[in-house]
Structure formats: C-alpha cells, structure tokens
C-alpha cells in the first residue's frame, strides 16, 4: 500500500512541473501501461482441470 504523503507529495511534484498526469506508484504505472496493450496479451483463456 502506498502511503498517502508520498502520493500527495508526487502529486504537488507534478502540479510544479506542470505535468498533465502523474504516476505516483509502481502498480498505476504498469496498469497504464497495460492500457495501450492488445487485451488478448493481457487476457489469455486459463486451462481447466477435471
């Protein structure tokens, strides 16, 4: 979990250099990052077992 200051203080960071969007963790990155991705490279059907 991150904590709220660090969020907040790359948020006030952001605002500063005038940046139109901020990332302030690992997980927001790779997930926005996985946006752009072909949802068949993300969504692949799982094997079932009997």
Known sequence: MND??????A???GV??????VIADPLSA?????LALDPATI???SSTTT
Not at 16 to 21: I, M, P, V
């Open 11 to 13: 948020a006030l960071d």
């Open 16 to 21: 500063e250099a005038n940046q139109s969007e």
């Open 30 to 34: 790779q997930v926005k990052a996985q």
């Open 4 to 9: 709220p200051a660090d969020v907040v203080r």
């Open 43 to 45: 969504y692949t059907p």
